[in-house]
C-alpha cells in the first residue's frame, strides 16, 4: 500500500554497509570475529568480546527469539499511521546478538516474549529492504 509520507529510511555507515547490502539480497549478515568466533551487533570495527580487528562478515540463521517489544498505539511519525498499533522487538538471534526490529505477520495482541521468530524481508513502503521478523515454529 502506497504511504503518503514515505517511512524513513535507515542510512548505512562505512561500517553498517556491507549489513545492509546483505539485506537488499535477503540476506542477514553479521560481523564475526576471526579470532574468537564471536558474532556481534551493531556493526564495529573491532570483536566486542576480545577486542581483535579481523572479522568478516558471515550469513546467519535468521532464527532466534523475541527478548522483548512494546506496542506502538500512538503516531510519532505520520508514515506509520496504516501500521498503528505495530510491534517493536528486541529480537535475540541464535547467533547472540540483538536485533531491534517489528514482527510482521501477527496480531499484536499474540506476541510474547520468547516465542520463535525468523526474519522475514520486506520493503515496507521504504523504497529498500529491511530485515523484520515473523512469529515461526520451533
Ligand atoms: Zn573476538
Redesign the pocket.
Known amino acids: 500500500m502506497a504511504h503518503l509520507v514515505p517511512k524513513p529510511v535507515p542510512r548505512a555507515s562505512a561500517e553498517s554497509r556491507p549489513f545492509w547490502d546483505g539485506v537488499q539480497e535477503r540476506k542477514l549478515l553479521l560481523q564475526h570475529?576471526r579470532?574468537?568466533?564471536?558474532y556481534w551487533f551493531p556493526p564495529s570495527a573491532l570483536?566486542r568480546?576480545?577486542?581483535?580487528p579481523q572479522s568478516d562478515w558471515r550469513e546467519v540463521s535468521g532464527r532466534g527469539r523475541i527478548y522483548s517489544f512494546v506496542v506502538y498505539h500512538r503516531l510519532y511519525h505520520p508514515a506509520f499511521e496504516q501500521d498503528l498499533p505495530y510491534v517493536v522487538a528486541i529480537v535475540a538471534l541464535q547467533e547472540g546478538p540483538r536485533l531491534l526490529s517489528n514482527i510482521a505477520g501477527t496480531p499484536w495482541q499474540e506476541i510474547r516474549c520468547d516465542l520463535p521468530v525468523r526474519v522475514a524481508f520486506g520493503d515496507d513502503g521504504r523504497g529498500m529492504m529491511v530485515p523484520q521478523f515473523s512469529i515461526c515454529d520451533e
Not at 35 to 38: I, L, M, R
Not at 49 to 52: R, Y
Open positions: 570475529c579470532s574468537c568466533g564471536n570483536c568480546h576480545c577486542l581483535s
